[in-house]
């Protein structure tokens, strides 16, 4: 095997252990039981923790379309979990802002998750290995912020288009 193919399979076993792991914090969030998706909980903590946004600008750090970000933030709209108002520098836009259902809803499931994540790291980490969590964290960051060039995105899209 050539180390491409063999970098390869790693992503492959990456992508799965990250949907796995999402999946077990889902579970063990109560987020199952949910009326709220991941997509619409990453967007309402980007709105509480980040800075004031647009649909757009959520849009774009959610990698997603903005016509999907209308149809994540409109039913937590609805419910009473985000407001809308008008940007004071420039009036034409409208920026998303949480309120404190919506606080409280987030915090709720970031308790949860936090804890049940604390208590598996404790009990499956050898001591050695919680050294490595940090660098881990910082290069599952730095993939998450990278920017593939277009050539490779493109190889990658036809490739699934054949399927």
Same mark, same amino acid.
């Given at each position: 095997?050539?180390? *491409?193919?063999?970098?390869?399979? $790693?992503?492959?076993?990456?992508?799965?252990?990250? !949907?796995?792991?999402? =999946?077990?914090?889902?579970?063990?969030? *109560?987020? /199952?039981?949910?009326?709220?998706?991941?997509?619409?909980?990453?967007?309402? /903590?980007?709105? %509480?923790?980040?800075?004031?946004?647009? $649909?757009?600008?959520?849009?774009?750090? +959610?990698?997603?379309?903005?016509?999907?970000?209308?149809?994540?933030? =409109?039913?937590?709209?609805?419910? =009473?979990?985000?407001?809308?108002?008008?940007?004071?520098?420039? *009036?034409?836009?409208?920026?998303?802002?949480?309120?404190?259902? =919506?606080?409280? %809803?987030? !915090?709720?499931?970031? +308790?949860?998750?936090?804890?049940?994540?604390?208590?598996?790291? /404790?009990?499956?980490?050898?001591?050695?290995?919680? /050294?490595?969590?940090?660098?881990?964290?910082?290069?599952?960051?730095?993939?998450?912020?990278?920017?593939?060039?277009?050539? $490779?995105?493109?190889?990658?899209?036809?490739?699934?288009?054949?399927?």
């Amino acid at each position: 095997m050539n180390s *491409g193919s063999g970098r390869s399979s $790693a992503a492959v076993d990456l992508d799965l252990a990250i !949907q796995r792991l999402r =999946g077990r914090i889902r579970s063990e969030s *109560g987020l /199952d039981n949910s009326p709220w998706s991941r997509s619409q909980l990453s967007a309402l /903590d980007r709105i %509480v923790h980040g800075p004031p946004s647009t $649909a757009s600008d959520l849009a774009a750090a +959610e990698s997603m379309r903005p016509q999907s970000m209308a149809a994540v933030l =409109g039913p937590m709209e609805q419910e =009473g979990l985000l407001v809308r108002h008008r940007d004071p520098q420039d *009036g034409r836009r409208m920026l998303i802002a949480a309120t404190e259902m =919506g606080r409280e %809803v987030l !915090q709720s499931v970031l +308790e949860l998750r936090n804890a049940w994540l604390t208590a598996a790291v /404790d009990h499956v980490l050898r001591p050695e290995e919680y /050294d490595v969590l940090p660098v881990l964290v910082d290069v599952l960051n730095r993939l998450a912020d990278c920017e593939v060039p277009p050539v $490779a995105r493109r190889a990658g899209r036809s490739r699934v288009a054949a399927l």
